[in-house]
């Protein structure tokens, strides 16, 4: 009987063990990631919820027609707009490529003082290439329109 009660015991330790492991490493992958986790805004979202100015996380859109002015150095200030929205972002670095006006774009930054800082720039990688979220912020506000229309 000493023994049944034993082997018992050990398993309810083992049991306990395996939980309390799985616990901490679920806790500690949490924690790696929480920088990590960007969501995704459409300027529509933006003048209507404005995020905390440490807040990081994505901003995306068509970049708007005559609107990119290049400053000193690699300095960009352009606006993205969904349509419904229009917001000014300032850039410093150096942009894609396929960065153009009229076409898709998604930018991870800060918003300060009614201003995108975007610390990443990414375009489109082909011609009809859009990021979904960008689709899905136009289609919500009726201005999306298929590859290859005019």
């Known amino acids: 009987m000493a023994l ?6 050990r398993r309810i330790q083992v049991i ?22 960007n969501f995704f805004r459409a ?17 995306g859109g068509l970049v708007e027609a005559d609107s990119i002015v290049r400053g000193e ?3 960009v200030r352009f606006r993205v707009t969904d349509g419904g ?8 670095g150096v942009l894609p490529d396929l960065f153009a006006e009229n ?5 991870t930054g800060v918003y300060v003082n009614g201003v995108f800082q975007a ?3 990414l375009a489109k990688h ?20 298929e590859p290859g229309d005019s």
């Open 103 to 107: 076409e898709g774009m998604i930018g």
């Open 85 to 92: 929205a229009s917001i000014p972002v300032v850039f410093a």
């Open 4 to 9: 049944n009660r034993l082997k018992k015991q």
């Open 16 to 37: 306990v063990m395996a939980a309390i492991a799985l616990a901490v490493s679920t806790a500690l992958i949490g924690y790696a990631m929480r920088d990590g986790i």
């Open 126 to 145: 082909d011609e009809t290439y859009m990021p979904k979220e960008v689709v899905d912020a136009l289609k919500e506000q009726g201005v999306y329109r």
């Open 119 to 121: 610390t990443e720039i």
């Open 73 to 75: 150095g690699l300095e």
């Open 43 to 59: 300027p529509s979202q933006i003048i209507a919820e404005p995020p905390a100015p440490d807040e990081v996380f994505r901003l």
